[in-house]
């Protein structure tokens, strides 16, 4: 007779503590002075002073007597269900067996030793459309590639007919990237509150070649280094990372900021590093060092998206006191208002001469990067424009909604060429 495996912290007590206890016992907040965001943090003991987890003796670990008692006022989760008892099961065995850690660092957050999990399907048909928090052009221009639930939808950008399903990605996709070179897709998303990642595919095949960056929130952007060897990456949990792409490992992470990093966008040669944060501020940081050379507070509300001025020397940022700022690297001081929008004004997009910047107001705006003068405003969305991609060989403009209407447009005359609800099975998509 075979006896059963022991059971694996990483593989089976990590998950269930990330998807129960992390919420209330983690690095944002740590009810009664305990967290359990990695193993290192969980074996110590919280204001009570009580011990945790004793190996080998589940009846004196306090870890479990809070899952499985009755007062409901000391139970775990507070005010949530109960842990399923096959669940409670795993975590008493894992004890009992001695509580042994299967991972390298003990010091890690638990998101970053958790295996990568492969992502349910997408619901084959869509009840309800979702918004469209990210949209990119390929390389070559010939489809647009949107965010779903646990998909990016494929459209083909002359007829707007669905031609691929991307599946295995996070529930929520914040951000959609090829790399300089196109031969690489990096999607950045998770679920909120639980877990982020980075999914790294083969652009031509759809080949998951690694997830990297994970963390204990949602992926909220990310930008590939000009050379294509290094990936920015912001996240909810409020830090900045900057991973290698050919292995997926941590270069450098950067703590700068105390609330939710938005949007990032490096400078032409790669040497600097802007972001934007509901901190209320942007900052410009050494790519090489992670070393703050600026912070930019002037919006005075949270900053939702960055881009830099061609010369290097003044960066962009939009936000949610309805305005584009144009501010210097050297002092952090405004040189101008570029415009004001009717709502909040989300991510900017900077390609070539051009920068693009959505709204609450339902519009899109095109801007001349080097003197910001206004080309042109898109309108026609019927919703919040929370995405936006520009294709400058063939002058094609996307923008996604929040009401998942994807559009998009021809920007030297400003015509609406292609307009769809990105939702499979909920409407046909249909073209202008």
């Not at 979702?130 to 052009?137: D, G």
């Not at 007829?159 to 991307?166: A, D, E, H, I, P």
């Not at 792409?245 to 802007?274: C, M, R």
Request: glycine share 10%; hydrophobic share 40%; with cysteine.
């Amino acid at each position: 007779m075979s006896m059963a495996a022991p059971i694996s912290f990483r593989e089976q007590v990590a998950p269930i503590l990330m998807d129960n206890c992390i919420s209330c016992h983690g690095p944002k907040r740590a009810e009664g002075g305990y967290r359990v965001d990695s193993f290192e943090r969980m074996m110590k003991a919280g204001d009570s002073e009580a011990v945790p987890v004793t190996a080998a003796k589940a009846d004196e670990s306090e870890l479990l007597r809070r899952l499985v008692t009755d007062d409901e006022a000391e139970r775990m989760p507070l005010e949530g269900e109960p842990i399923p008892d096959p669940q409670v099961a795993v975590v008493k065995q894992w004890i009992a067996e001695g509580a042994k850690y299967d991972a390298e660092n003990p010091q890690a957050a638990l998101a970053t030793i958790i295996p990568a999990p492969t992502h349910p399907d997408p619901p084959e048909v869509y009840p309800n459309a979702m918004p469209i928090t990210a949209i990119a052009f390929r390389p070559d221009g010939s489809q647009v590639l949107a965010s779903g639930y646990h998909e990016l939808t494929v459209w083909d950008a002359a007829s707007g007919k669905l031609v691929n399903r991307w599946k295995n990605v996070g529930q929520r996709t914040h951000a959609i990237q090829f790399s300089p070179d196109g031969k690489w897709l990096a999607v950045g998303g998770g679920s909120p509150g639980r877990q982020g990642e980075v999914r790294l595919f083969e652009a031509d095949t759809g080949t998951l070649v690694r997830v990297m960056g994970t963390t204990t929130d949602v992926v909220q952007d990310i930008a590939f280094h000009p050379a294509g060897d290094r990936l920015a990456v912001a996240g909810a949990d409020s830090v900045v990372r900057i991973l290698e792409v050919a292995t997926g490992k941590e270069i450098l992470a950067i703590t700068s900021h105390s609330d939710w990093v938005f949007a990032l966008a490096w400078n032409q040669d790669g040497s600097q590093l802007v972001s934007a944060s509901r901190d209320k501020t942007a900052k410009v940081f050494d790519a090489k060092t992670g070393e703050l050379l600026i912070t930019y507070a002037g919006h005075g509300a949270p900053v939702k998206g960055v881009a830099f001025h061609p010369d290097g020397k003044e960066v962009f940022s939009a936000g949610s006191d309805k305005k584009i700022h144009r501010w210097k690297v050297a002092d952090g001081k405004k040189s101008a208002d570029v415009t004001t929008f009717g709502g909040e004004a989300y991510k900017l997009t900077a390609v070539g001469p051009f920068m693009f910047c959505g709204s609450e107001d339902k519009s899109i705006r095109q801007f001349q990067r080097a003197d910001h003068k206004q080309v042109r405003a898109f309108t026609g969305h019927s919703d919040w424009v929370f995405a936006n991609a520009y294709h400058d060989a063939t002058k094609r403009l996307a923008a996604g909604g929040f009401n998942g209407e994807v559009k998009i447009w021809n920007t030297e005359d400003g015509q609406e060429v292609v307009s769809l609800v990105a939702a499979p099975g909920l409407q046909t998509a249909k073209s202008e």
